[in-house]
């Protein structure tokens, strides 16, 4: 009857790319040494003692390197029809350039293998974070334009060798952020040996080589004939004016977002960067010749978003351009109102209307023909001193996924955006960087003294959707 007509279920679309992420120094172990492994800059850092809260390291980390069969399934197990992962550049080239190691390539190959066996596509991306410390040693990494030729030669390597396992490339993550946000920064080649000597110029030095490093690879991949689509992951995220009313705090929000978005996109989308940037930073900003301009534009052929919080920006007279190590407008989530939910996370804060912002804003700018949300997510903290089924009763990620894929389904059918998938962060609980072992991302709990793996509850919100899809509107275990 009438009464009983149910909606069919709304989301997701049809053929839409649904997965999970990960990255190589975040879950595969075997940091340094195994099967002739070079050592990368986390490898140094993590291994330094004092520079991650409980010594934390991915020395172990999930142990996918030697678990990456039962990963697969279970991978296959969340539903997913794409994964996400990284390759480590140190386990192809362990001095960064020079002999391959076979050993290493085998690795990739055998995880290729093992995913197409289970009906899982791969998302392929070559750099996330861990340079080889080779590099850095030699010219201190990305801040060096040396950095654009050694990049090349692993990108030429890895398309020759598992160009044909995989057809869907990202040249590395989140290049603005590698270069500049602090959290991230202990990692990065520009800060790690000399934070007493702060060189505001080298986060855009950093910038301008990835750009240079990202769009080299996309020719070598575009000229190889590849039967593929490549591409870069980059993250940003919408800010608000902390006073409504205020035409500088509106002002001051467009320019955090030019700053965050638009400095690594604007190249990429739009050729050179924002005109904005190159008005107020003057000098300091890098330039590129013609050639490069035609090089670096186009050289995406899809957005692929990270997309996880927001935040209000606020004119800060004192805030400097040139010499602001943020290179952003200071933002402030919390003045007297909060941005959204707060979230464990400390900076992630609960914003689905702002990703759907993000989502809009990235369209306006840049016009990509497709979208893709590569990261998502949301941290617990401390789950270790929680009893186990607290942890599996993860109530407040399943409404964080809720929440956001109903305005991700919103920025489809009314936005009518070119969003072709979401690959939610991360397929189970890793090495948080900076925060080690205490922040958790996972949908999978893994118990890092045993190496077992337990999907939480919100793997299953999420695999319902994916495999049966759903209205979004509640969701009963
Ligand atoms: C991601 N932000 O980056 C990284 O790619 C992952 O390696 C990491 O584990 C994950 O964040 C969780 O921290 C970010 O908008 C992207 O503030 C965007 C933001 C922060 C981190």
């Known amino acids: 009857s009438a009464a009983f007509n149910l909606k069919p279920p709304a989301f997701p679309p049809k053929d839409f790319v649904f997965g999970c992420a990960t990255s190589a120094y975040q879950i595969e172990g075997s940091a340094w040494n195994e099967d002739g492994k070079g050592k990368s800059i986390w490898d ?10 409980h010594n934390d390291t991915g020395d172990v980390a999930c142990d996918h390197y030697h678990r990456y069969k039962s990963d697969v399934q279970l991978f296959k197990n969340l539903g997913v029809n794409h994964y996400s992962f990284t390759i480590s550049w140190t386990r192809i080239l362990p001095n960064g350039r020079g002999p391959v190691n076979k050993k290493g390539l085998q690795f990739y190959k055998n995880l290729l293998g093992e995913l197409h066996a289970a009906g899982i596509t791969p998302i392929c991306t070559l750099y996330h974070w861990d340079l080889p410390q080779a590099l850095f040693d030699e010219y201190q990494g990305w801040v060096d334009r040396k950095v654009v030729d050694d990049f090349k030669h692993y990108a030429t390597v ?47 030095k950093c910038l301008h080589n990835a750009l240079l490093a990202h769009a080299s690879a996309v020719k070598i991949y575009r ?35 030019t700053y965050y978005f638009g400095w690594v996109n604007h190249p990429i989308w739009n050729g050179d960067y924002p005109p904005r940037m190159r008005k107020e930073l003057g000098s300091l900003l890098p330039t590129f010749t013609a050639e490069e301009i035609a090089l670096v534009k186009g050289s995406s052929d899809y957005y692929a978003f990270d997309g996880y919080t ?63 949300i590569t990261e998502n997510g949301m941290a617990v903290l401390n789950e270790a001193v929680l009893p186990i089924d607290r942890v599996l009763d993860d109530a407040n990620r399943v409404d964080w996924y809720r929440t956001y894929l109903q305005q991700l389904r919103a920025a489809i059918e009314v936005d009518k955006l070119p969003i072709k998938g979401f690959v939610y962060w991360s397929c189970m609980d890793n090495f948080e960087w900076a925060d080690g072992y205490s922040s958790k991302f996972g949908v999978t709990h893994v118990n890092f003294a045993t190496q077992q793996r337990t999907p939480k509850k919100s793997a299953t919100f999420l695999k319902d959707v994916i495999t049966k899809g759903h209205n979004l509107d509640h969701w009963y275990p």
């Not at 140094?44 to 809260?53: D, V």
């Not at 870069?232 to 509106?250: E, H, N, R």
Request: aromatic share 12%; charged share 15%; net charge negative.
């Open 44 to 53: 140094t850092y993590a291994q330094t003692p004092g520079n991650i809260g």
């Open 158 to 204: 890895v398309f020759e060798e598992l160009g044909g396992m995989c057809s869907f490339w990202s040249t590395m993550n989140e290049p603005g952020t590698f270069c500049v946000r602090k959290r991230f920064g202990e990692g990065e080649g520009s800060r790690l040996k000399s934070k007493s000597t702060w060189d505001p110029s080298a986060p855009l």
């Open 223 to 257: 000229d190889g004939n590849y039967p593929g689509r490549i591409g870069v992951i980059t993250d940003g995220q919408v800010y608000y004016p902390l006073d409504p009313t205020s035409a500088a705090d509106a002002d001051a929000a467009q320019r955090a977002m």
């Open 310 to 372: 927001s935040g209000f920006a606020t004119l800060d007279p004192t805030c400097n351009p040139k010499n602001s190590s943020s290179v952003s407008t200071p933002t402030n989530y919390n003045n007297g109102i909060l941005i959204g939910s707060p979230t464990q996370g400390g900076w992630n804060f609960q914003v689905p209307d702002g990703f759907r912002a993000a989502l809009n804003y990235i369209h306006e700018q840049f016009s990509p023909p497709v979208m893709y």
